[in-house]
């Protein structure tokens, strides 16, 4: 399968501009020339540009606003399941920052948007999970009472 670069190298091997396929001027010695004009090569520079564009803004911006809302806010809890995996793997202080910033998330996330949070966690169970994450960063000397 030809990609553009191999029609463009064919189109400057038989002395047509890239883009608007009219004969290449003329030239010197030096590189071989792609476009006739500078307002075809400008083209292609505008080509170029928006196919970048369009990788890396992501399709959310091409769809109606209560998709991208919703596309956000799996987005955002996404992250904030993330966040609470990586809990176990990274090491207790930086395990606390994670499940702090999750339950942060959560938060927010429940007071501005319930109908899509489902059940929203209470204030204790977040209490109970920053203790056990404590608990679980700093134990208790083996002489400690129980």
């Known amino acids: 399968m030809r990609t553009g670069r191999d029609a463009a ?3 400057v091997a038989m002395d047509l501009c890239v883009i608007c396929r009219s004969p290449l001027p003329p030239q010197g010695p030096g590189q071989r020339r792609f476009y006739c004009s500078r307002a075809c090569q400008a ?3 505008r ?4 196919r970048l564009d369009e990788d890396l803004i992501p399709s959310v911006t091409k769809k109606d606003p209560v998709d991208q ?10 992250v904030t399941a993330r966040l609470r995996r990586l809990e176990g793997d990274i090491g207790p202080a930086l395990g606390l ?5 999750a339950d942060d998330l959560d938060q927010t996330m429940a007071t501005n948007f ?7 966690q209470t204030a204790q169970d977040r209490a109970m999970r ?7 960063a700093h134990p208790l ?6």
């Open 9 to 11: 190298r064919i189109m």
């Open 43 to 45: 083209k292609a520079y």
């Open 47 to 50: 080509r170029r540009r928006q």
């Open 69 to 78: 809302l919703v596309e956000v806010i799996l987005s955002v809890r996404w």
């Open 97 to 101: 920052r994670c499940i702090t910033v």
């Open 114 to 120: 319930p109908e899509a949070c489902g059940q929203a």
């Open 130 to 136: 920053r203790l056990k994450s404590l608990a679980a």
């Open 141 to 146: 000397p083996d002489d400690a009472p129980a």
